[in-house]
């Protein structure tokens, strides 16, 4: 019984101290995958919709790091999404003559 519970007392204590780190670190966390949407949604756009690659292709674009951030295509309107699960989403949108403009935030 005492080993179990030096188990789960360790247990816990290394979950608090990781919930700790996360919650000194969100800000940074947060600002990082904001600006690894709103640049996998501008990069992935243009490669969709200037350059007409296949959506597939587009994935070979983004800088290493961004391995969490999901392009995702939405033909009718011309636009990529890029989203980092649970954190961030942005939208870029083609505009003829003007190339691919992230929508505006909020």
Do not use: H, N
């Amino acid at each position: 019984m005492v080993v179990r519970r030096k188990w789960w007392l360790s247990g816990g204590l290394l979950v608090l101290a990781l919930l700790a780190l996360v919650a000194w670190q969100w800000t940074t966390l947060s600002a990082r995958a904001r600006l690894g949407a709103a640049y996998g949604a501008r990069i992935g756009c243009s490669c969709r919709y200037v350059e007409g690659r296949a959506m597939g292709s587009c994935e070979d674009d983004k800088e290493p790091g961004m391995e969490l951030v999901r392009l995702t295509d939405v033909p009718d309107s011309r636009a990529v999404e890029a989203s980092v699960p649970l954190l961030a989403s942005r939208t870029a949108r083609f505009k003829p003559g003007w190339g691919c403009l992230l929508d505006p935030v909020g």
